[in-house]
């Protein structure tokens, strides 16, 4: 009771408060009152009468803000004195003259009359990177510490980065800012894409606070190229193409929803992110910094970072270090909580540094430095904990614009590595899992063992030719270099009085290399028509060791393990070889003013990871019941996915909407064969999902479908209040669920099974839903802020609504999944330009759920319960 009885308060608190405020919305949409004089002829008027011929220029003046404006009527904005500057918009008020009655005057100042509606009527654009000459965009030095932290689709393309503004077609792509991180209080990168308002194709797992997998339009990494410097993950389980990222460091995200770019590397979804680099400072030398503070009382977790950026004209710096803690949290169940807390503690030190130099006028070098060390993180819903990982990565990229052979080109480098320990004995660990010592007979004092190391490294060269607005070619090559190595060790153990020698599970130490060629070109036309094409080609060449220590087959009594070759155990040739390409084409087609179509089709390709090739019984979290240990096949093809893609996007007055169609064929689709023997009879009982291990083999499937919608709305009720929608569904088919994976037919042959019958031993479901695939999910809101471009406050409430989940895999053990209901407020002030405070209420019911894509390992991961959240942050 006395949990429930503060957050009562709380929300009776905050119904008055919206219902005052609706209340007084139609006087507050009025807008202070105004006059207009002429400084010459000394005469004032009411907004609602006309002005007759005046000359020089105008004031403006609002009675309730006790601010005025002067505004020339002989000069356009963009061509004003300093004298004008020094009143822009942006520095006050932002004054509102409402359409019916406009400011006007006579006929010989028509074009004047024209530029001063325009000057009352539209609200200060914050000010982008600003370009010098047609260079890469400069990154920003500091902004206003809430300018951008309601984003919308107009404020979107005003700050995205402007190379991939020219790249990307809207409707086929998302885009996410780095500046909504505060507000929603996100960890790393997936954090941000789960929490935004701005990429309604992207859903996260999340398994544990600071680790969330990305999912976009059902698709996981491996199918997901996650770009920057290249990111992939080390284990697919307890690493994620974006965990590493702070999501304080990024600048902007695209999330590419399709096969619809040539440069980032072979795949069939994208997600390209920006960090934030070195500033300039055109007037000399300067030194700024920032320092932040964040509490969440969930886990009492804490987070603190400091930043400093410098430089000059053509040169600068940046460095920034964060430091995350955190401790078991509660759910929405205090029965679930009475028998221990989520287990979820972790402690993260992140840093990164970015450096810069102009050499020439037209020419910019950029090295980038990311280090992360985590120690102690607890992952409730897999097999193992981390006890320390670190991160290494390196990124130079250099452009040269406006040469006499090319207009732009770009190259870049990366070198980023991975390698961390991990364990199953901390105690939290085996109470999350009951069975998890039996599963292994484990003693009191052993447990499982795993230690990684992953990298990438690569370059990247592109040269464009052709300005802004204007048709753009570009051609490029990059190598992309991926290797892995994985170790999962079972110790010696005694079974029933018997010993049994310790065996490893291992990805044995393994190298993808590819080689690509692309082209890309922008072809807009006078009619407003934006037509986007590429193609690329790649070769790709995997191999791996054969020999590793301890693996191998048990034989024998006692059990021993015979060492043996993985193409011995996989039967076929480790090294392979895959020749994808793309080809797509994307288009914008402004209907009227107001309305543009947008459409894309594309072909693409995407090879199979080192993971799905070379696994050797691995034990990771892959499928929902969370404790499965899989089985790579070197024979696997790779994937062919042909998808289209229709759109519209409006912008009606006060309305902006988008929605987005798709559908997409995938030919050899890999997804997985269960290929356990131990619970068919006569073997033993039943398999309990989440209870005991799942062995699952990756296999091709014929033909997969993949199809659903994206809707994205906001309304401007009035200047101070606006609402928002958000809606998101993906349904995807297995449509050949029949013949089964090549290395189940070999075990169930050795064993003396029929090595024919149907993938995971069901016959009769030729069709059957994919695994891991979210439900519809839709959030509505409302924000409240103060009427002007760049508010000094603002307060968001969201109602996340996600439907019940019942198209499972049931061959797979996928079970379904109850709806849910999510009410979440955030808030924030800035009392000074350099000082600002975030705060808000997530999950304010204290509901007890969980999602779709959690695992279900031994107690099951559920979500935190109700989280209060605080953040300041102080520029200097």
């Known amino acids: 009771m006395s949990r429930r009885l503060p957050r009562l308060f709380f929300v009776c608190g905050t119904l008055i408060a919206v219902s005052l405020l609706v209340r007084d919305c139609a006087v507050w949409a009025d807008g202070p009152s105004l006059t207009i004089s002429d400084a010459d002829a000394q005469q004032s008027w009411p907004t609602a009468e006309r002005p007759e011929k005046t000359k020089s220029s105008l004031t403006i003046s609002d009675a309730d803000a006790q601010h005025d404006v002067a505004v020339p009527l002989d000069v356009k904005p963009g061509e004003e004195d300093e004298e004008t ?141 996650v770009s920057g410097s290249y990111w992939s993950p080390a284990r697919e389980d307890l690493d994620t193409p974006l965990d590493k990222i702070d999501s304080r460091m990024l600048y902007d995200m695209a999330v590419i929803k399709g096969p619809y770019t040539a440069r980032l590397g072979p795949g069939l979804r994208f997600i390209d992110f920006q960090l934030i680099e070195s500033p300039r400072f055109e007037e000399g030398t300067r030194a700024l910094a920032s320092t932040s503070l964040e509490y969440q009382t969930n886990g009492a977790q804490w987070y603190g970072r400091q930043n400093i950026w410098g430089g000059g004209e053509d040169w600068g710096f940046r460095v920034g270090y964060g430091h995350r803690t955190g401790n078991d949290y509660e759910t929405g169940s205090s029965a679930f909580d009475a028998g221990g807390l989520m287990p979820a503690s972790y402690n993260i030190r992140n840093m990164h540094v970015a450096a810069g130099y102009d050499p020439t006028p037209t020419s910019r070098l950029e090295f980038c430095y990311l280090r992360l060390d985590e120690t102690n993180v607890e992952f409730p819903s897999l097999i193992y904990d981390i ?22 080109l770009t190259v870049d480098a990366w070198y980023n590595r991975t390698a961390f320990t991990g364990d199953t004995s901390r105690v939290s660990k085996n109470r999350q899992i009951p069975t998890l010592r039996e599963l292994f007979f484990l003693a009191d004092d052993q447990c499982l063992v795993t230690d990684v190391d992953g990298m990438s490294a690569g370059y990247r060269v592109a040269v464009t030719w052709g300005q802004d607005e204007c048709p753009q070619w570009t051609v490029g090559t990059d190598l992309i270099r991926v290797g892995q ?39 807009p036309h006078d009619s407003g028509l934006s037509l986007r094409t590429g193609a690329r080609l790649d070769f790709v060449g995997t191999d791996a060791r054969d020999r590793v220590p301890g693996m191998g087959v048990y034989e024998g009594f ?102 987005t169609a798709f559908y997409a064929w995938v030919f050899d689709y890999i997804t997985y064969d269960d290929i356990s023997l131990q619970y068919l009879p006569p ?89 891991g695939i979210p439900p519809l999910e839709a ?78 390992t031994g107690r099951g991961l559920y979500r935190p319960g109700i989280n209060f959240y605080l953040l300041t942050e102080v520029q200097y």
């Open 85 to 225: 500057e020094e009143h822009a918009p942006h520095q006050g008020v932002v004054l509102g003259v409402s359409s019916a009655a406009p400011v006007s005057l006579t006929d010989d100042f028509e074009e004047s009359s024209y530029w001063l509606t325009d000057y009352l009527q539209e609200p200060a654009a914050p000010v982008p990177p600003m370009l010098r000459d047609r260079g890469p965009p400069v990154p920003p030095q500091a902004r206003p510490l809430t300018e951008d932290v309601f984003v919308t689709e107009e404020l979107r393309r005003r700050l995205v980065n402007q190379d991939r503004n020219r790249r990307y077609t809207w409707g086929t792509s998302d885009f996410v800012l780095g500046s909504e991180s505060s507000l929603r209080a996100t960890s790393d990168l997936g954090s941000l894409l789960g929490k935004s308002l701005s990429a309604p194709g992207a859903r996260t797992q999340s398994r544990s606070p600071n680790s969330n997998d990305p999912r976009i339009r059902g698709m996981r990494a491996g199918r997901l190229v």
């Open 387 to 408: 006890n320390a990982l670190k991160t290494d990565g390196y990124e130079v990229r250099y452009s040269d614009w406006d040469s006499t052979v090319y207009d732009l």
């Open 485 to 523: 190595q994985l170790n999962d060790v079972v110790p010696d153990t005694d079974v029933g009085g018997m010993p049994v020698e310790g065996k490893n599970f291992p990805i044995s130490r393994s190298h993808s290399t590819d080689v690509g060629l692309f082209a890309e070109q922008v072809l």
């Open 558 to 659: 006692p059990p021993q393990v015979v060492e043996k070759g993985l193409s011995e155990l996989k039967q076929a040739d480790l090294d392979q070889e895959f020749y994808p390409w793309m080809l797509y084409a994307t288009a914008e087609q402004p209907l009227n003013p107001s309305w543009t179509l947008t459409g894309g089709a594309s072909y693409g390709m995407r090879p199979p990871t080192l993971t799905e090739l070379y696994a050797a019984g691995s034990f990771l979290g892959s499928l929902q019941p969370g404790l499965t240990y899989v089985e790579g096949d070197p024979e696997l093809d790779a994937e062919r996915m042909i998808q289209l893609d229709l759109g519209v996007r409006g912008d009606v007055g006060n309305l902006r909407v988008s929605a």
């Open 683 to 771: 073997f033993g009982s039943p398999f309990e999902p989440g209870q005991t291990l799942q062995q699952a083999a990756y296999v091709n499937t014929d033909l997969a479908t993949l199809a659903g919608f994206e809707l994205l709305a906001d309304q401007d009720f009035c200047s101070w209040l606006t609402g928002f929608a958000w809606m998101s569904y993906v349904q995807g088919d297995d449509l050949s669920r029949t013949d089964p994976s090549r290395l189940g037919s070999l075990q169930r042959e050795e064993f003396g099974f029929d090595p024919d019958v149907p993938r995971s031993s069901v016959d009769g479901a030729k069709h059957e839903p994919l695994p």
């Open 779 to 856: 959030r509505v809101g409302l924000r409240v802020h103060e009427a002007q471009s760049d508010p000094r406050w603002g307060v968001e409430f969201e109602v996340r609504m996600v439907d019940r989940q019942d198209r499972v895999a049931a061959s797979l053990y996928e079970q379904v999944t109850p709806g849910f209901t999510i009410l979440n407020t955030r808030a924030f002030w800035r009392p000074r330009p350099n000082f600002a405070l975030f705060g808000g209420v997530e999950n304010l019911g204290d509901r007890y759920y969980r999602e779709h894509l959690d695992f279900r």
